[in-house]
C-alpha cells in the first residue's frame, strides 16, 4: 500500500538511537527515550498561502531531520512505525556532508 500525505504533512522514519553511552555504558530498554531524529519518507504538495498558491515544503525524501520530542502521530504502514507532521513541527535539517567534511 502506497501513503502520500496531504499538505503540508510529512512522513517520517525514526532512525534508532545508540544502545550505548559515549563512555561505553548499555542502556536498557525501560530507560531509552524515542529518537528525535528521523528520516523523511514521504512528503505532500504543500500548504496554500492567503492567496491560494500552492506553497512548497523545504524539506524532501531522503533528508535527515530533527524534530521535538512529542510532535507528529506515530502510525504504522506496511509493518513499519512512521510518524505522519506537520513540516513546522520539524526543527531542522542535518547537513550529513559537512560533519563528513570536518572528520576529513
Given at each position: 500500500?502506497?501513503?502520500?500525505?496531504?499538505?503540508?504533512?510529512?512522513?517520517?522514519?525514526?532512525?534508532?538511537?545508540?544502545?550505548?553511552?559515549?563512555?561505553g555504558?548499555?542502556?536498557?530498554?525501560?530507560?531509552?527515550e524515542?529518537?528525535?531524529?528521523?528520516?523523511?519518507?514521504?512528503?505532500?504538495?504543500?500548504?496554500?498561502?492567503?492567496?491560494?498558491?500552492?506553497?512548497a515544503?523545504?524539506?524532501?525524501?531522503?533528508?535527515?531531520?530533527?524534530?521535538?520530542?512529542?510532535?507528529?502521530?506515530?502510525?504504522?504502514?506496511?509493518?513499519?512505525?512512521?510518524?505522519?507532521?506537520?513540516?513546522?513541527?520539524?526543527?531542522?535539517?542535518?547537513?550529513?556532508?559537512?560533519n563528513?567534511?570536518?572528520?576529513?
Amino acid at each position: 500500500m502506497g501513503f502520500r500525505p496531504l499538505h503540508d504533512r510529512v512522513v517520517v522514519k525514526r532512525i534508532e538511537a545508540e544502545q550505548k553511552t559515549a563512555g561505553g555504558i548499555i542502556i536498557p530498554d525501560s530507560a531509552k527515550e524515542k529518537p528525535q531524529q528521523g528520516e523523511v519518507v514521504s512528503v505532500g504538495p504543500g500548504a496554500r498561502n492567503e492567496k491560494g498558491e500552492l506553497v512548497a515544503l523545504d524539506v524532501k525524501a531522503g533528508d535527515l531531520v530533527l524534530f521535538g520530542k512529542w510532535s507528529g502521530t506515530e502510525v504504522k504502514i506496511d509493518g513499519q512505525d512512521l510518524l505522519i507532521m506537520k513540516e513546522s513541527d520539524i526543527l531542522g535539517v542535518l547537513d550529513v556532508s559537512a560533519n563528513a567534511q570536518k572528520a576529513a
